[in-house]
């Protein structure tokens, strides 16, 4: 197995990603034991990572992007199956997204334990006890024989699914630093922006073979093969000289990032692009189903086509934050957040039809895909030593702040039906909220280029 503890690094000057050092010790020595032999790697390197061979970094790229969509997936996987559950339980449509608001709190606080256990205690052991819990409380959804027992392990699936992107970000920053970062973070974040638009495509299609109970055997199975992967493939990427110390207490980590007004900015910015992306996500099935007639393949359709515009806003954003900085690429996406929410209201008002919403709705999805990889860039580089932590605040408040903001549309849209216009309307808050961050609290002008 390879361990990453055993890469020897000489940390760069002014680098808060690296504890403080005793004079004429390195942060680790040793060498690297791969399947061709024992490696001594003889000259410096500014991150860990920078000494992976090519192919063991891009199988960690590929086992951590699989932890960081089980995510997503337990989230969204059963969206296609809402009316059908609707109609099982005899029961309305807003209680129904209420055991996705119960997933989103669950995921959210999962992440907020995770986090700063894993810069204490290493990041293997939460990541493996959490999504043993994952597999277990997937089997108790499946059998629930009512919606209350539904609700409560779904909420119990959220936060065994946390682990897996925390613990991802955590381990990538771990081995990462400066414009390398950007492009790890930027694979992870089209992994966690597809995923909850290609979940949906996974779900309708698996409803096409199975009830809807067995959507979430298939979430147990996945959730056993990354227990598995996480067991015998990852290796812990925070050495113990890198740990928290006992006397750093949890309030104390997350004093030391909300401190840091540039991540309390992207914070909010990050919660509340993903709070408009998910106000689309919960009420799309009864907004393309039920009010444009689509069938659950159709709707899984759409989700696809959405996902193209994710990927294309992650991979140009990538290459446009390395040369003119994240905080400029943001200023560009949060904008066009706006722009977008503020057409499909226009084009449902016009009575412009399917096409009218399908067409904004796309560039809403690109601007998201711009966005999420450059606030977790801003956000992690600059908060290395608390990687755990960050990465926890990030995934946290997306997933109670989207949890939370998502039933609006349903609570605006009670007794009449869900809308374009409805759905929209909580899209454009919350992107107006994400414009009013950058410029008060991140500013852009202030926050200095990403070093190589």
């Known amino acids: 197995m390879f361990d990453t503890a055993s890469v020897p690094v000489v940390a760069p000057a002014g680098d808060p990603a690296v504890e403080p050092q005793p004079a004429g010790e390195s942060l680790y020595t040793g060498s690297i034991p791969v399947t061709t032999g024992s490696v001594r790697v003889a000259a410096p390197t500014r991150y860990p990572g920078d000494a992976l061979p090519n192919a063991r970094r891009a199988l960690y790229v590929v086992l951590l992007g699989a932890l960081t969509a089980l995510g997503p997936f337990t989230i969204d996987l059963y969206l296609p199956a809402f009316p059908v559950v609707q109609h099982d339980f005899h029961t309305s449509a ?23 256990l894993s810069d204490r205690v290493g990041r293997r052991v939460p990541l493996l006890v959490v999504t043993a819990l994952h597999v277990l409380a997937s089997v108790v959804a499946s059998l629930a024989p009512s919606l209350l027992l539904l609700g409560g392990a779904r909420v119990v699936m959220g936060i065994g699914a946390a682990a897996g992107g925390v613990v991802a970000m955590a381990m990538v920053r771990d081995l990462f630093g400066g414009r390398r970062l950007v492009v790890m973070l930027s694979r992870l974040s089209l992994v966690s922006g597809v995923a909850p638009v290609a979940a949906p495509l996974v779900g309708s299609a698996l409803l096409l073979v199975m009830p809807w109970r067995g959507i979430f055997l298939v979430l147990a199975a996945y959730g056993v093969v990354m227990l598995v992967c996480s067991l015998f493939v990852l290796p812990e990427t925070l050495p113990r000289g890198s740990r928290g110390a006992a006397d750093h207490t949890l309030w104390q980590r ?44 159709q709707f899984g359709m759409l989700f696809a086509a959405n996902s193209v515009g994710v990927v294309g806003g992650v ?30 209201i226009v ?9 009218g919403t399908i067409v904004p709705l796309f560039f809403f999805m690109t601007a998201c895909g711009f966005t999420f990889p450059c606030g977790q860039v801003l956000a992690l580089d600059r908060h290395g030593s608390a990687a755990g932590t960050a990465a926890s605040l990030l995934g946290a408040a997306n997933s109670v702040v989207a949890g939370l903001v998502s039933p609006i549309v349903g609570m605006i849209a009670a007794g009449s039906g869900i809308t374009a216009t409805t759905m929209a309307m909580v899209m454009i808050g919350c992107a107006l909220v994400a414009v009013v961050s950058l410029w008060t609290l991140v500013r852009p002008r202030t926050v200095p280029m990403l070093a190589d």
């Open 94 to 116: 807003a209680m129904v997204q209420l055991t996705l608001t119960g997933t989103m709190i669950g995921f959210g606080l999962g992440q907020l334990i995770v986090g700063p």
């Open 254 to 297: 997350y004093g030391s990032v909300f401190r840091d007004r540039v991540f309390v900015g992207v914070l909010i910015i990050g919660a509340m692009a993903f709070s408009g992306l998910f106000s689309y996500l919960s009420s799309s099935s009864f907004l393309f189903q039920d009010g444009y007639g689509f069938t659950p393949q």
């Open 315 to 344: 991979q140009v954003a990538s290459r446009l934050a390395r040369h003119f900085g994240p905080q400029w690429v943001l200023a560009w996406s949060t904008a066009a957040l706006v722009l977008a929410s503020v057409a499909i």
């Open 347 to 355: 084009t449902d008002q016009l009575h412009l039809g399917m096409w």
